[in-house]
């Protein structure tokens, strides 16, 4: 019976977390890139390369350096697909790589690329926040980068959609914190008229619950948009925000 009831708790005792994902929930993403690798499961891959890609967007200022952090993040994402071919999170994070070499480029191919992978997983995941995010990132950030009439004639981009998008993300209210900071990040880039939505988003971002390294780094962004903004300095929160967009504060 003591075998018996010692099998039995075994069997109900939690997996220990892999290293990559403790690093990467205690916000030590370079040594969670490291663990993932090693590890060299679809799951590890993917959390390598979502913490390559935070370093590369957030944490780091040389553009030469950004663009090989991005590509070594999307050979790991290429790595996970290989693995379980239609990975849809391994998807998502590689057309979210693909955009923001789009925009360390300029490339338009590269930015039509990104949204092809979002459109795939949405049409197998149509609510999924975080994809529904990245769909309204793609269009708010092609019209807010090249103006209204070149993201349409070029992308295909538009501002409406954007709006729509980011507003299907967060009534599912999954994706916090990241996806209303990003919203209010897209907001505050397309118009000073929009500060009071994106400071409520902002707000929303700062009291979700923060899950992980990556959600503590929104939520810092958060408060530190939300800084100006509750001053009345608009064109503050503008310029905090744009420096703390994905690449925004490369030299």
Same mark, same amino acid.
């Given at each position: 019976?003591?075998? $018996?009831?010692?099998? @039995?708790? !075994? ?8 290293p990559s994902d403790e690093a990467f929930a205690s916000g030590r993403f370079a040594e969670a890139a490291s @663990? ?5 499961? $679809? ?12 370093? /590369?967007?957030? +944490? ?5 350096? @950004?663009?090989?952090?991005?590509? *070594?993040?999307?050979? #790991?994402?290429?790595a996970a697909l290989r693995l379980q071919p239609g990975n849809s999170d391994a998807l998502? +994070? *590689?057309?979210?790589?693909? =955009? ?9 191919? +590269? @930015? ?10 949405? %049409?197998?995941?149509?609510? #999924? ?10 269009? =708010? ?9 070149? %993201? ?25 914190? /990241? $996806?209303?900071?990003?919203?209010? *990040?897209?907001? !505050?880039? !397309? ?23 990556? #959600?503590?780094?929104? +939520? ?11 001053? =009345?300095? $608009? ?5 905090? %925000?744009?420096?703390?967009?994905? !690449?925004?504060?490369?030299?």
């Amino acid at each position: 019976m003591i075998r $018996v009831a010692l099998i @039995a708790m !075994l069997l109900a005792a939690p997996a220990a977390a892999a290293p990559s994902d403790e690093a990467f929930a205690s916000g030590r993403f370079a040594e969670a890139a490291s @663990a993932g690798r090693a590890e060299g499961s $679809v799951a590890g891959l993917i959390t390598a390369g979502r913490a390559t890609s935070t370093v /590369a967007a957030w +944490q780091t200022r040389d553009k030469a350096r @950004a663009r090989a952090l991005l590509e *070594q993040a999307g050979a #790991d994402f290429a790595a996970a697909l290989r693995l379980q071919p239609g990975n849809s999170d391994a998807l998502l +994070q *590689q057309g979210i790589v693909v =955009g923001y070499l789009a925009k360390l480029d300029r490339s338009p191919g +590269q @930015a039509k690329a990104a949204r092809r992978a979002f459109e795939a997983v949405l %049409a197998k995941r149509p609510t #999924d926040a975080l994809a529904l995010g990245a769909m309204g990132g793609w269009h =708010g950030e092609s019209v807010a980068t090249l103006g209204k009439f070149m %993201a349409g004639t070029v992308l295909g981009a538009k501002e409406k959609e954007a709006i729509r998008f980011y507003d299907k993300a967060v009534a599912t209210g999954a994706g916090d914190p /990241a $996806v209303p900071v990003f919203y209010a *990040q897209t907001l !505050l880039a !397309l118009s000073a008229d929009n500060a009071g939505k994106a400071r409520a988003l902002l707000t929303r971002a700062v009291k979700a619950g923060s899950g992980d390294g990556f #959600d503590r780094l929104m +939520q810092a962004h958060a408060r530190a948009i939300l800084v100006p903004l509750e001053k =009345g300095d $608009v064109g503050g929160a503008r310029t905090t %925000a744009a420096r703390l967009s994905p !690449l925004g504060n490369l030299n």
